[in-house]
């Protein structure tokens, strides 16, 4: 069993950077593939960011691509998402989620294991 915390969101101007941490419980995290989900009003929860167990294989979201960057820190059982030059469209609810894999997942079926989400809110 993995419980995930995320923490980081907030309210920021378009331009800005924020940094996402998500924080596992659990003694096998570094077995862990990693992602980032997000959720905007009104639409479905929608791919942003995977990490493998190893920290060396990573996949975008075409939309982020260039200005997010997902990386783990296994000693601090702990992921981050580091958001740059933020948009509006990035306006979400943002989700980390667990799979015990040693692949890559970009569909939210494929993950077991979910955080409570933190808001991101980027005004213009």
């Known amino acids: 069993q993995v419980q995930l915390v995320e923490s980081g969101g907030g309210l920021v101007q378009a331009g800005d950077s924020l940094r996402l941490s998500c924080t596992a419980s659990?003694?096998?995290?570094?077995?862990?593939?990693m992602g980032w989900f997000r959720q905007a009003p009104g639409k479905e929860r929608e791919f942003v960011a995977a990490l493998s167990w190893s920290g060396v294989g990573t996949y975008y979201a075409d939309s982020v691509k260039g200005r997010f960057t997902i990386s783990r820190d296994n000693a601090k059982k702990t992921v981050y998402l580091q958001m740059n030059s933020l948009k509006p469209e990035d306006t979400a609810v943002y989700y980390c989620?667990?799979?015990?894999?040693?692949?890559?997942?970009?569909?939210?079926?494929?993950?077991?294991?979910w955080g409570q989400g933190t808001q991101v809110t980027v005004s213009s």
């Open positions: 659990g003694r096998t995290f570094s077995t862990y593939a």
């Open positions: 989620a667990a799979v015990k894999s040693y692949g890559l997942g970009s569909t939210s079926y494929e993950y077991d294991y």
